[in-house]
């Protein structure tokens, strides 16, 4: 039987894919792991026949992870451009008035992004837990496709994997609270197995 192995370093995406993924396939083996090591003790002489690993996981470099204050943040949403900005002017705008009207919703979307990375990036959250796994599966198991299957990434991070070689990225599904988001991963479970035996067959 083929293996898929899972790193990830939460407990909860762990019960997603054991409870509501891997229940939808009797064709592959999950091993489930923590860390990358773990996940060679669990495999001992297999060879899986693809990774699927979580990008963003804790920096234990970052020694006093905190969460951003909430002054803090409103402070800083009052300097983001409001909605006032994006139609000021926009049925009168000379030239490609659509574009116009989409660089100035940008503005407003990436201003929020770079604030969700440095909230992140204080917690210590980041993409170096799965960059890493990535790199040590390339050196221990360099025929064996390795694939991202992420939640909170963000552009930034779909460049960083692909430079580092990543076969493929998939979203998580994501709903308004726990139960939610298990009925939305159960859902999209077939279409996700369904494309992750395309890395493998290949």
Known sequence: MSIICFIDDSPFEHNLVRNDIA???EEFEFVYAYTFDEAKTLLNSRTPSLFLLDLWGQDESIT?????????LEKKIKNLPSLDYI?????????????EYLRRFFSIVDGWRTMFEDVCARIGQNRKYGLSNLLQAR?????????FYT????????????RAKSDGLFIK???SDDT???LLTKK??????SELKKFITT
């Open 139 to 147: 050196i221990y198991y360099p025929d064996v496709p390795a694939v």
């Open 173 to 175: 599904p994501t709903g």
């Open 87 to 99: 139609y000021k002017d926009i049925a009168e705008f000379e030239g490609d008035s659509c574009n």
């Open 23 to 25: 229940p939808c396939t």
């Open 180 to 182: 939610e988001t298990s």
């Open 64 to 72: 006093d992870p905190y969460i951003t204050p909430r002054v803090e």
């Open 151 to 162: 939640r909170k990434s963000l552009i930034n991070d779909a460049v960083a994997m692909f």
């Open 188 to 193: 999209y479970a077939p279409q996700l197995i």
